[in-house]
């Protein structure tokens, strides 16, 4: 961000003097609650009502212009009629106006997109900045303001809120008050004309009210700033994500197989994950995770223990522990030594902790004193259900009493389940904004987001490797694709470009006659794979165009003949380049690479396991390109067969650092040749360990006016 783009932020978030441009003196007016928010909300700064009726509303004076302000104000909140916005931003950039929050509605969003980008051109004239149009407005503790027309007791927090939708955005102002959930700050976006969610986390990331920034989008203008701006706050602040909605990526008939799979939504879901994002599907997941985040430190290594009164809740919890991936400490013999004089002579101290339905609320104090106490105890999950042998409010006031306490020592959620009186403790809980839940798997989840930031923030994060890489030869392939017009390339040529980006490619050679062939077959040796290569033919296996296996002369003439044969009667008209001899290689294990472009976050890689695991497990992982080592390492790792990789079965460990190298190739391939739309390599045979990879076969079509345009949508053989 410039320097004038965050002081511009500076001033929404730390205003001095706030206008508002359509104040009311009608009650239940949008610019009639602006105004009474901002004053009810003790802004201590100068508030400056604008209407050209002027007199007096709420004992303030009523100035007819903001071009009356004796100084430029900081805030102007524009609350007047679609037709008169244009000209109240005109004179708020000749009024010296930061930065105009525009709550009217009625332009993009409805198809006045031009109209909107005026106000745009009219506010950089100025130096001005614009928060929408079509907003709410914006919240900021630290300047005691409350510049929105949603309810107006916000509890002061540590949570930025920022919400692309409006209403959302009100309705979480609400329920964070009921919630005990506090808030730094809420911005709405809007339209996002011009200040958007990526300038807001560039300005919360140094923001020294806000720990937890909070972000709810239907989809990103600015998707690959997005992804570098979180990928960077993350390191000092945790990012939670709700998106919802479907992306502008819109109904493309992709080329290749990657492009078939990379549905947008599964690249949010890759980018958050490789940004260090951690996202959420349910809204009340979210204000799960809030309440957790803003009173909760991360975990430190040691493992989780439960401490629970009933044991079917504590298997139910441990279940949930292994789903959601959080450590149970498990030390029988150091267990037993902490917890054994908790609970009753048939109590369990095998985690989970049963101080069993006999346990009161002094076993309780005492075994989670005690897991608070010992440094190898990395997180503490207190469950309780119901019992007749427990005072409800004694032990609501000594669990609440234990979590205040507890609070920075190490992290500790609840779960309660029971009747009225176990609700009353849930709501002690809910006021203080503590994590306490009526469901173990909320209490579960709610601690494993903890633990996925600490393994995140612990994960080594090696810059990209400054390896020379050199496309000249890849770019000359290209253009001489261009020249004959086609942005499919043939096989042939894609094998080229990998070879030269460093990718062992099983030796192929192009022929256009029998003779060829018999030729090119003898140089590289039996047995052969034949292929046609046409770019108007991509189901070559659908019209007989792919033999495997060719044993000698004979075979290969044959199927050389019928290959041909085959694909003049199914395609007449198609151009046939001619056919491809490769090695017929055997062994290793089968996988797929690829490459699409997202329209909202550019080139991105997939990884899968070949055959019917692409294609009807849809077992793949994605990132955006460029990826690190580590990063490559992840994607090969997080996918669920990877096991099938690392020696399953008594089969060998395939050569897993070659595959790591070759992810990491592609990735620089993709993101510095931007011609390039999408790439499938499929096959590439990983050998055993130390024997390399393979590619076996390989696509690659280039941007251009037709690129894409190709009815297939299946893989290629
Ligand atoms: N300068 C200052 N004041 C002006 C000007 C001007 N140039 N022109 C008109 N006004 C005054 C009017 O006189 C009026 O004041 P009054 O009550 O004293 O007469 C005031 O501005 C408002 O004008 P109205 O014509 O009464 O308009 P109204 O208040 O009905 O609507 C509004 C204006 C709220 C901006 C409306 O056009 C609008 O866009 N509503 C939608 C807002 C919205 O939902 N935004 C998205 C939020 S997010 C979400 O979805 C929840």
Redesign the pocket.
């Known amino acids: 961000m410039t320097s004038e783009g965050s002081e511009g932020l500076r001033r929404l978030f730390y205003p001095e003097r706030i206008a508002v ?6 009650p239940g ?4 609650t602006l105004l009474s928010n901002v004053i009810d909300s003790g802004f201590k700064g100068d508030i400056h009502p ?4 002027k007199g007096e509303i709420r004992g303030l004076t009523v100035l007819g ?1 903001v071009l009356d302000c004796h100084e430029g104000p900081d805030i102007a909140l ?5 037709p ?1 916005v244009r ?2 931003i005109e004179e708020c950039g000749q009024a010296g106006v930061g930065v105009a929050v525009i ?4 332009f993009a969003e409805v198809g006045l997109v031009q109209e909107e980008a005026e106000l745009v051109e009219i506010a950089r004239r100025y130096g001005m900045r614009i928060l ?5 407005g914006i919240y900021s503790a630290p300047a005691g303001v409350n510049a929105t ?1 949603g309810p107006l007791n916000v509890i002061p927090g540590n949570i930025a809120v920022i919400s692309q ?3 959302l ?2 309705s979480m102002m609400g329920k964070t008050v009921t919630e005990g959930i506090g808030l730094s700050a809420i911005a ?1 976006i ?1 339209n996002r004309s011009d200040i958007d969610e990526v300038d807001l986390l560039e300005f919360l990331r140094d923001d020294p009210s806000t720990e937890i920034i909070f972000l709810y989008l239907e989809g990103s203008k600015r998707g690959r700033r997005l992804f570098e701006v979180a990928r960077e706050v993350v390191k000092k602040k945790p990012i939670l994500v709700v998106k919802s909605g479907s992306s502008a990526r819109g109904a493309k008939a992709a080329a290749s197989h990657t492009g078939t799979l990379a549905g947008a939504d599964r690249i949010f879901d890759a980018a958050f994950e490789q940004a260090g994002v951690q996202r959420i599907t349910e809204m009340e997941d979210a204000f799960n995770l809030l309440r957790t985040f803003s009173t909760q430190p991360l975990p430190s290594p040691g493992g989780t223990v439960i401490v629970t009164n009933g044991g079917g809740i504590g298997v139910i919890a441990t279940d949930a522990c292994e789903r959601h991936d959080v450590p149970l400490l498990e030390d029988p013999e150091y267990l037993e030594g902490v917890f054994r004089e908790t609970m009753p002579a048939y109590g369990s101290t095998v985690n989970p902790i049963d101080i069993t339905g006999q346990g009161g609320e002094d076993s309780y104090e005492m075994a989670i004193t005690k897991a608070l106490n010992e440094d190898r105890i990395g997180g503490v999950i207190g469950l309780h259900c119901q019992s007749g042998t427990v005072d409800p409010k004694l032990l609501g006031d000594i669990l609440l009493k234990l979590a205040k306490d507890g609070r920075g020592k190490k992290p500790m959620t609840f779960a309660l389940i029971g009747g009225r009186e176990v609700e009353d403790i849930l709501d002690m809980f809910y006021e203080e904004g503590l994590p306490a839940f009526g469901d173990p798997e909320d209490a579960v989840s709610s601690i494993a987001a903890l633990y996925r930031r600490y393994r995140d923030l612990s994960r080594p994060r090696t810059d990209l490797e400054e390896q020379d890489f050199d496309t000249t030869e890849i770019r000359r392939i290209i253009s001489a694709a261009r020249q004959d017009g086609r942005v499919q390339l043939l096989e042939t040529e894609a094998k080229q470009i990998l070879a030269e980006l460093g990718l062992e490619v099983v030796p192929t050679r192009l022929v256009r006659t029998a003779e060829e062939a018999v030729r090119a077959a003898n140089e590289i040796g039996y047995p052969v794979v034949a292929k046609i290569v046409s770019p108007e033919i991509i189901h070559k296996t659908d019209v007989g165009g792919v033999r495997l296996n060719l044993e000698d002369e004979r075979e290969l003439r044959e199927a050389y003949t019928s290959i041909m044969h085959q694909a003049r009667k199914m395609h007449p008209r198609a151009w046939i380049a001619g056919i491809s001899i490769s090695k017929m290689i055997h062994g290793g294990t089968e996988v797929i690479l690829g490459s699409t472009t997202d329209a909202t976050f550019g080139p991105v890689i997939m990884f899968g396991l070949g055959g019917i695991f692409v294609e009807v497990l849809k077992d793949v992982s994605f990132r955006l390109a460029p990826v690190t080592w580590n990063e490559a390492s992840e994607m090969i790792r997080s996918i669920r067969t990877a096991p099938m990789l690392f020696g399953a079965r008594g089969e060998k460990v395939k050569d897993l650092r070659t595959l790591t190298e070759s992810i990491y190739l592609l990735g620089r391939l993709v993101d510095e040749v931007t011609e390039i739309a999408e790439l499938d390599i499929n096959p590439l045979r990983v050998m055993d360990m130390g024997e390399g990879c393979m590619v076996l076969d390989a696509r690659i079509t280039l941007k251009g006016p037709s690129s894409g345009g190709h009815h297939n949508t299946e893989v290629n053989v």
């Open positions: 441009i359509g104040a009311s003196a009608t007016k949008i610019g009639h604008i209407n050209p009726k212009s524009i609350a007047v009629p679609q008169f000209g109240v709550i009217t509605s009625g929408g149009p079509n907003v709410f027309f939708s409006g209403a955005g009100i709405s809007g």
